[in-house]
Every structure is written in C-alpha cells, then in structure tokens.
C-alpha cells in the first residue's frame, strides 16, 4: 500500500473520532492532529489499532486508536466484561478486582474500568489510590475473584500507560484466555458497543483492611527474624522513584523489624511525570542517583529502589572499598535464590518436592544452586504469567521457594502471583541482616556465591527502534538472524541453537534437532557456544525494543580471583557484541 493511499484511510478512520460519540475534548485532540501539515503524529496515532495482547495493552497516552485513552481502555475492559460474562455464566456475580500506579490518567483509567465492569453486572473491587502491582494480584486470590486489572506502564517514560489482565488465580491471563479476551475486544466495532453508564451499587471501594492482610502474610515468608533483631538498625536508604511503593514498602520494612529506614524526600512525591529521573527504571544507574547519594550521605549500607507500580526491585551495595555498586537483575535473582534454597536447607524445610523457576534469558547459575541442593529448576518464558504457570501446574504436587527473572522481578511467596517490589525489598533487607549476621556484607556474599557455583558476567543490550517502521526493522532483524544463523560468539563455536518459534534446539555437535518442551511458542532465539557463552535474542514484548542478553562464565578459586574475571568477561562480552553486531 502505498503512503498517500494510507493516508487516506488514516484520515478517514481519524474522522470517526469527531463524531458526537466520542467527547469533547478526544474530538478537540482528533481536530488538530488533522489540522497539522505534518502528517506524523496523526499517522502515529491511527495508523493502527492499540494491540490488545497477551499481556493487555501499553501505549503512548492521547486521542487515537493507537493510543492508551479513555476509548481504547473502554473497549479493552467491555471486551473482557463480555469473556468474563461467558466464561463465569454460572456464578450468581462476577467480581474483579481493579487497581493502579502512579501515573498521569492511572485513576482515571482505573474509575472507567471499574464503571464499565459494573455497567456490565460485575461487580468491582476499586482500590481507594495508588497500590503496588502485586498487592491487586493478591486481593485477586484473597477476595475470590474472576479477573483483574491493573492499570500501570511499569517503568515506561511518563508518556505511557497500560493495562495488565488478570485471571481469578491473580496471574497474567496465558491461553487459551488471553487469545478469547483478545478476540472479544478485537469484536468491539464500534464505541457506541462500550457499556460507560456506570451502576455505582457495584462498585465497592477496599479499605485498609486488605493492606494490613497483605502485609501480614509477608511477615510470614521471613526466614531469619532473629537475624533482623541483632541488626535492626541496619540503615537502608529506599525510594520508590515517585510510585506505588511508598504506600506500602517502608510500613512493611519497619513492621519486619527494621527501624532505621531512610527516605529520598524528593522521590516519596508521588508523580505520574517523575520529576527527579530522566526514566523510572531501576534497572538503569540513573535513577537510583539520588538514592546512592542519600546513602553516601548518612552512611547507609543498603539501597533499594522500586518502579513505579512497585513490582521489581533495583539495589546498591557497597564493595569491599565502601563504594556502592549497583546489583543487576542476575545477582538480585541470584542472591534471592541462594538465600532462600540456603535458609530453608538449614531450617530443614527441604523435603524433595521443592522447586524454583527461572526464566529462560536469565543467568544459568541458578541451576547450579538448585541442582547441588537437590531443589528442582524450572526455565520459563520472560514475563512473570509464565511463571504464575508453573506454580499453577505444582499447585498440589510440590512447593514454591521463589522465582525471578533477569529484568528485576522476584517473588517469593505463593500466595501472589505476580513479581513484588514489597516481599522482594523485604527479603533483600532480611539477606543483608543474615549477611551481617555471618560477618559479611550483601557484596562478600555475593562474591562467595561465585566461589562456590562458579563466576558469570552478564549484559543486556537494548536496541530501541520506534513507530511503525521500527517495529518493521526489529521484525527484519529477527528474520535475518533466523535465515542467517551465528557461527560463532567472540571466536568460540556455537554448539546448540534453541529457537522457541519453531520449539527446536538444533545441537550441532551430534548433529540432531531435539524438541523443545515450553507451553507455547515464543520469538525469542538463543545461541550456546563452546565455552559456555549464551546469547538471548528477543523482541521487546511491551517496548519498541529488540534485546540482546550475553552471557560469560568463568571458575574462580577465590574471590581474589574476581577481579581478573570480571575484566576478562568484559573483554569477551565486547567481542561477542561486535560478533552480533551491535
């Protein structure tokens, strides 16, 4: 098709926007993107429907059908009302539970959700301001709900919202309801179809009574609370980086124990603009900035930062010279892991039947904690529903320690099904208390981890490509390495190809294709080398990202032996870089 043709329909489409169906202000928006001489943000903006996919909706915020507003979540939640309505035919009422960040138009989008939900005949639990992520996944499950929503972008920039699906087991939906959801609010035509007259006698608004039972049952999961007595001042400086944790994470710290928590003033300011960070994301130096600086400050030992809807968890440590360095997603999952198989070993919890789950681009270490300790590993997808599965499948025949994935997010209760910035800011804590305890810091454990199941560096890689034509370029990029296959990463031999569309590893040593054994398909491509180097590459599923995830591993006898290891790592992740080129 070509541009002036597309343009038309553009227009065309965009004009339905100014019918008197849709309000005031979405048509004033609609006008003046069609008055614009420069066609691109109009473009940008119908150029497509807002996918509703397997993990609900995430855009940029403003009037379009591209676009998160007031119509496009309208239509995701009656398409959803509808499924439900079918799917739970039986009961006497439908119930969910609806929550949200921090961020510009969140409540706004929640109230609409939680109106049309009611429109509907299904009655709706409204949270009464700002909750973490993991704390809607919980009320799911506690209140015995059908579905759920949560009304977040993560750590998305300022310009974004989103819209996360939940089912009655407080996870992610996977198949076969997320294509069912995808294809009723794929049948919403028309806004005329989307039920907004609200029934007010269906919406219940939670009190605090569903936080004090949240944080109730995580002081249960603690594992060493004489650990926290000993060293309850501790000073552990936490931000939530303008978000949904501060509702929750400091009364949770104090209520485990710990008494000398440290506030970022400047950050407690809850704001949908974020205005002390260029990017909420903890995974990234900057915005923990100020953070480490407040620790510098008062001489804390501990630094804890959570997104905005305060699902994952980004850390500072100091090393052995008092410097703080920052943990990766890899070592927080590493750590967490570690401690836990370690705790419940010395606690005698470990019976034979218990398991831990990883997904599949993050570090292979954790399989050699597992495996020595004669605990189970399991490898999933990236994003958390996948492993909500597989807790779901262990349900009745074995026992959740924890699982996490390389991008932040842990979670070690059962009784959530989402990652959780608030057990995980918790636990991370109580591992600092133990650490010292031991005559160690949370940097020495780390490194004696390494000394015992061997030393791995890894990187992540975004390349960030946007709109349309960026989303065309990542799907050639992906394409191309499929048709092209890598021989070789930093000069050593690639020995297994796993490509998790096709659900096959291709094992070029003994020459043979095996099947690989995942729930579904995945476009995600991995490369093992020689020397045990393992590349991930995937396309970014709530992002206009494709990513590159390298690993290198190494033995070392001591931690003396770190520092040569870490430098050799370094030189061999450029080179695999340069092997990728990227």
């Not at 974020?274 to 600086?293: D, Q, W």
Request: hydrophobic content about 35%.
């Amino acid at each position: 098709m070509n541009d002036e043709k597309l343009l038309q329909q553009i227009r065309a489409k965009a004009n339905l926007w100014l019918s008197p169906d849709y309000d005031e202000d979405t048509r004033k928006q609609v006008k003046t993107l069609l008055d614009k001489e420069d066609t691109t943000d109009l473009v940008e903006a119908f150029y497509r429907d807002l996918e509703f996919g397997t993990g609900g909706l995430r855009g940029i915020m403003g009037a379009g059908s591209n676009r998160m507003n007031k119509y496009t979540v309208g239509a995701a939640t009656q398409g959803l009302a509808n499924y439900l309505k079918k799917e739970f035919a039986s009961l006497p009422q439908i119930s969910v539970v609806v929550g949200h960040d921090c961020r510009n138009n969140s409540r706004r989008f929640a109230e609409i959700t939680a109106e049309i939900f009611s429109a509907n005949g299904i009655k709706a639990y409204l949270f009464p301001d700002l909750r973490p992520t993991p704390e809607v996944s919980y009320a799911i499950r506690k209140l015995g709900c059908q579905s759920g929503v949560m009304v977040t972008a993560s750590h998305n920039p300022k310009e974004y919202n989103g819209y996360k699906a939940y089912w009655s087991d407080g996870a992610q939906v996977i198949s076969p309801h997320d294509k069912n959801i995808i294809a009723e609010v794929n049948n919403i035509s028309s806004v005329k179809e989307i039920n907004f007259k609200k029934n007010a006698a269906l919406i219940s608004v939670l009190d605090e009574n569903i936080d004090n039972q949240f944080i109730a049952d995580l002081l249960t999961i603690s594992l060493s609370p004489e650990a926290i007595k000993r060293h309850s001042d501790i000073k552990i400086v936490y931000t939530p980086i303008h978000g949904t944790g501060s509702t929750l994470i400091p009364r949770a710290l104090k209520e485990l124990g710990f008494t000398n928590i440290i506030h970022v003033p400047e950050q407690d300011v809850v704001s949908g603009d974020f205005p002390t960070v260029v990017s909420p994301n903890p995974e990234e130096a900057a915005a923990l900035k100020m953070a480490v600086e407040k620790a510098v400050e008062t001489g804390a030992d501990l630094v804890m930062a959570s997104d905005p809807d305060a699902d994952r968890v980004g850390a500072a440590v100091r090393n052995d010279d008092g410097e703080f360095v920052l943990l990766n997603g890899n070592q927080t999952l590493l750590i967490y892991l570690y401690y836990l198989i370690t705790r419940w070993k010395e606690t005698g919890r470990l019976k034979g039947s218990e398991y831990i789950v990883k997904t599949i681009v993050s570090t292979e270490l954790v399989k050699n904690v597992a495996k020595r300790n004669g605990v189970k590993m399991y490898d999933c997808y990236t994003g958390f529903k996948w492993i909500a599965d597989v807790m779901r499948h262990n349900e009745s025949s074995a026992t959740y320690i924890g699982g996490g994935e390389e991008s932040y997010g842990f979670l070690a209760e059962n009784f959530v099904r989402d990652k959780d910035a608030v057990s995980g800011c918790m636990l991370l804590a109580e591992i600092a208390a133990w650490a010292a305890d031991n005559g160690k810091t949370v940097y020495r454990l780390l490194q004696d981890i390494y000394v015992e199941y061997g030393f791995s560096k890894e990187k992540g890689i975004s390349v960030v490509k946007q709109g349309k034509s960026g989303a065309e370029e990542i799907e050639a990029m992906m394409k191309n390495f499929r048709d092209n296959p890598i021989k070789e990463l930093a000069g050593s031999k690639v020995v297994s190809i796993k490509d998790f569309v096709k659900l096959t590893e291709k094992d070029l040593v003994e020459n043979e294709t095996l099947t690989l054994d995942m729930p579904t398909t995945s476009n995600v491509l991995q490369y093992f080398s020689e020397d045990g180097t393992k590349v991930s590459i995937r396309p970014s599923g709530t992002e206009p990202k494709i990513k590159f995830y390298i690993e290198i591993h190494s033995e070392v006898e001591s931690r003396e032996q770190l520092a040569e290891a870490e430098k050799a790592a370094e030189q061999k992740i450029d080179a695999v870089r340069k092997s990728l080129g990227i």
